[in-house]
């Protein structure tokens, strides 16, 4: 469970660069094909999500007789 958990504290770790570099304006993303201005605001919240469902996932690991809402 333990490597699991690095894994995880791992990918979690990239997902929060992800979203610092995009919040400060390093990092710009845009969806192919498309002219949308709001590309990175909307990235930006689906990267929020899988945040919360990496921490989630963190703490079931680390204690899974717990439940994780």
Same mark, same amino acid.
């Given at each position: 469970? =333990? !490597? ?7 990918? /979690? =770790?990239?997902?929060e660069a992800l979203i610092s570099r995009i !919040? %400060?304006?390093? *990092?710009? $993303?845009t969806e192919a094909g498309a002219a949308s +201005? &709001?590309? %990175?605001?909307?990235? #930006?919240? $689906? *990267? @929020? !999500?899988? @945040? &919360? =469902? *990496? =921490?989630? +996932?963190? +703490? #079931? +690991? @680390?204690?899974? /007789?717990?439940?994780?809402?």
């Amino acid at each position: 469970m =333990d !490597e699991l958990t690095a894994i995880l504290l791992t990918v /979690q =770790d990239r997902i929060e660069a992800l979203i610092s570099r995009i !919040e %400060s304006g390093v *990092l710009c $993303v845009t969806e192919a094909g498309a002219a949308s +201005a &709001d590309g %990175s605001r909307q990235h #930006l919240q $689906v *990267l @929020r !999500e899988q @945040r &919360d =469902d *990496l =921490d989630k +996932a963190i +703490a #079931l +690991a @680390r204690n899974p /007789q717990r439940k994780v809402y």
